[in-house]
């Protein structure tokens, strides 16, 4: 069982930055395929920003582009994501996101708890 644990949510105005961090468990964290997700009310989850299962790739929100940035520590177990330019849109729960292979063909989807953010006008 891979645990994730989000920080860094709260609120921010208009215009405002925050970071979230995603600390993971497992000694093979270089291997997991990294994403945020959001989830605002009454809406889907969708997807924010990931690094693909293949690696040294990323892929971003039409929504979010050119103002989130997802990145990792390797050495700290940790995802990032960067938001700038936060708009009220934005507001929803985010939840870290983890595909762990188990073998050559398995994988297994891992979430995060989720953190609140809220984006005031």
């Known amino acids: 069982q891979v645990q994730l644990i989000e920080s860094g949510g709260g609120l921010v105005q208009a215009g405002g930055s925050l970071r979230l961090s995603c600390a993971a468990s497992?000694?093979?964290?270089?291997?997991?395929?990294m994403g945020w997700f959001r989830q605002a009310p009454g809406k889907e989850r969708e997807l924010v920003a990931a690094f693909t299962r293949s690696g040294g790739t990323t892929v971003y929100a039409d929504s979010v582009k050119g103002r989130f940035t997802i990145s990792r520590d390797n050495a700290k177990n940790t995802a990032y994501l960067q938001m700038n330019s936060l708009k009220p849109d934005d507001t929803g729960v985010y939840y870290c996101n983890a595909d762990v292979p188990s073998d050559s063909s398995t994988w297994f989807r891992y979430w995060g708890q989720g953190t609140q953010v809220t984006v005031s006008s």
């Open positions: 497992g000694r093979t964290f270089s291997r997991y395929a």
